[in-house]
Nanobody, 125 residues
Framework: VQLVESGGGSVQAGGSLRLSCSVS????????LGWFRQAPGKEREGVAT???????SYVDSVKGRFTISTDNAKTTLYLQMNTLKPEDTAMYYC?????????????????????WGQGTQVTVS
């Protein structure tokens, strides 16, 4: 499985960004997909995930502001981020793995996810 993120950058508080992740590989359609983030000095955390039934889950801090989605073929994963806050500043990673649902995938720790992208930086000032 290969995951390649794009779309990060710098934005002022209150602004918007959309992250994209190109998804490819064997049996990827049977995987959960998600966005995780890691700020300096902090653990990597799940931000938003989507499972094979297109059920989504979000960490409480982004509910109502972020939206995760895929294209119909599940070859691209998106994260629309609105009303960005300085505390959203982090490296954002695309992730994929087999899972038992989006809520469980959201809670996985770094070592519990098999496939990661290289990350894209989001800075909110």
């Amino acid at each position: 499985v290969q995951l390649v993120e794009s779309g990060g950058g710098s934005v002022q508080a209150g602004g918007s960004l959309r992250l994209s992740c190109s998804v490819s590989g064997y049996a990827v359609s049977s995987y959960c997909l998600g966005w995780f983030r890691q700020a300096p000095g902090k653990e990597r955390e799940g931000v938003a995930t989507i499972d094979t039934d297109s059920i989504t889950s979000y960490v409480d801090s982004v509910k109502g502001r972020f939206t995760i989605s895929t294209d119909n073929a599940k070859t691209t994963l998106y994260l629309q981020m609105n009303t960005l806050k300085p505390e959203d500043t982090a490296m954002y990673y695309c992730a994929a793995d087999r899972c038992g649902g989006s809520r469980h995938f959201l809670r996985r720790e770094r070592g519990q996810v098999n496939f990661w992208g290289q990350g894209t930086q989001v800075t909110v000032s």
